[in-house]
């Protein structure tokens, strides 16, 4: 299962780093700035750091 997580995680975030304009949604109530975690957190915790989402 964790294989799988990873693999939505990995697609999701080449994605949304492929998209023209991207950190233009980069704002109060949509994404925040990105926020920098360790190699070991789970794929969910890295794609909800992408999105700018604590994981405290």
Do not use: W
């Not at 492929?18 to 949509?30: C, D, K, L, N």
């Not at 890295?46 to 989402?53: E, K, N, P, T």
């Amino acid at each position: 299962m964790t294989d799988v997580v990873g693999e939505i995680e990995r697609a999701l975030t080449v994605t949304g780093r492929g998209i023209p304009g991207f950190e233009a949604y980069r704002m109060p109530g949509v994404f925040g700035p990105e926020v920098p975690v360790g190699a070991s957190v789970a794929p969910h915790e890295r794609l909800l750091a992408f999105l700018g989402r604590s994981l405290r």
